[in-house]
């Protein structure tokens, strides 16, 4: 050891050299590993660790076409950077582009859309936007005017997933890849426990989903933390320094003015706590939802098509028929299981198990935008 680095220690400052090259001096301490090292290494291992999610689950074949769900946020903002650089890099042979939905939130996605705009410009990927007003006859602020700040994330998870799906479709793509990080994947997995929706834990930590439907999404982020890709205290001498903030992406990052905030807030929050006293919860919660066994005596729900649209549906129609049924006809609550009688669904929406538990097949969500 040298004697600068035995003095720094001891003083419990940052060691003299990246614990990775031990040639530079380190500007960050990763928070999966807490390995101080030097911005190079930071994002060889950053864009390797994709990488090689990548590879070892077989994500793409060579030819596809791939759209990125893009918002504009950090996380996409991220993967479409890392997504073309490694498709480079590694010769994958993937057309990207980006696929944009714009909720019609004034004041939040029209911001954030010019963001994806010069994204388009920077990355030379192609981009295909589409509206809730073009698909469904609504804008999230007209439902908000309707239904208030109360189940506002529900009607917009359930619109934009399916408005992805037709992004998709008109890109005539063979996968969709979105941003949800190693972060987010721990938080749904909490949320689905306390939920008790079974369905969903089953699937949520699978890095590609969806490949009995039309169009497989895959999470390339699906080990990498949150921290690394944008907020990161753990900095050596700058708390602002991340693979977004090195690189000096373009992203934008306001929070939805129609976010409410709340159960999934504290189930994040709890999760960060942890994290605080140990770095590896993220993923330690990941693996116990990946290792969850489904009773075989509980019944899932059967995959049909919705009689109305043909979307995937487990029900006569599916979640999104029900809930524009419901704003069109003035009665935007029967869609959300809370009036009785109504729907074509019967505004109930619990199927019975086998084992007399219920299984959820229509849930509040605190953000839809979590859980394309
Ligand atoms: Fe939509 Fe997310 Fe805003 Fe809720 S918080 S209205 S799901 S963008």
């Keep these: 050891m040298e004697r ?16 990775i090259c031990n040639e530079k ?40 076409r791939v759209a990125i769900g893009a918002s504009g946020g950090k996380d996409s903002t991220v ?31 029209d911001d954030s859309l010019e963001t994806v705009k010069r994204n388009e410009l920077q990355y030379g990927l192609p981009l295909q936007i589409l509206s809730y007003k073009d698909l469904y006859g609504w804008t999230m602020d007209d439902i908000v005017k309707m239904i208030g ?7 917009c998870g359930v619109f934009r997933r399916q408005a992805l799906d037709r992004g998709a479709a008109l890109l005539k793509v063979d996968k969709l890849v979105t941003g949800h990080n190693a972060d987010d994947i721990a938080e749904t997995v909490l949320l689905n426990i306390l939920r008790g929706d079974i369905a969903r834990l089953s699937r949520c930590t699978s890095i590609t989903t969806g490949e009995d439907g ?5 999470k390339p982020f699906k080990y990498t933390y949150e921290k690394e890709i944008v907020i990161y205290p753990f900095a050596v001498s700058n708390p ?39 770095p590896r919860a993220i993923l330690d919660i990941i693996k116990s939802g990946e290792d969850f066994r489904i009773a075989t005596t509980t019944k899932m729900p059967e995959q049909g098509t919705c009689e109305r649209c043909g979307y995937i549906s487990s029900q006569k129609w599916c979640k999104a028929c029900v809930l524009l049924d419901g704003l069109n006809r003035g009665l935007p609550k029967m869609g959300i299981g809370r009036a009785r009688g109504g729907g074509v669904n019967g505004g109930d929406h619990k199927k019975e198990t086998k084992a007399g538990s219920t299984v959820k097949t229509l849930e509040t969500k605190q953000c839809g935008s979590l859980d394309f």
């Design 4 to 19: 600068g680095e035995a003095k720094s220690k001891k003083a419990g400052g940052p060691p003299r050299l990246c614990c």
């Design 240 to 278: 602002h320094h991340t693979y977004a903030y090195f690189k000096k992406l373009d992203y934008f990052s306001t929070e939805c003015i129609y976010s409410p905030n709340a159960y999934r807030g504290f189930a994040r929050e709890f999760i960060k706590d942890l994290e605080r006293l140990r």
């Design 79 to 109: 993967l479409a950077y890392v997504l073309s650089e490694l498709n480079r890099r590694h010769s994958y042979g993937l057309d990207l582009f980006l696929l944009s939905i714009d909720e019609g939130i004034t004041g939040y996605r």
């Design 25 to 64: 001096r380190p500007v960050l301490k990763r928070p999966k590993t807490l390995q101080q090292i030097c911005r190079e290494c930071f994002y060889e291992v950053f864009e390797e660790e994709i990488h090689q999610a990548i590879v070892n689950n077989g994500l793409f074949k060579s030819g596809e």
């Design 214 to 218: 039309p169009i497989p999404r895959c």
């Design 149 to 155: 700040l109360k189940n506002n994330c529900t009607f």
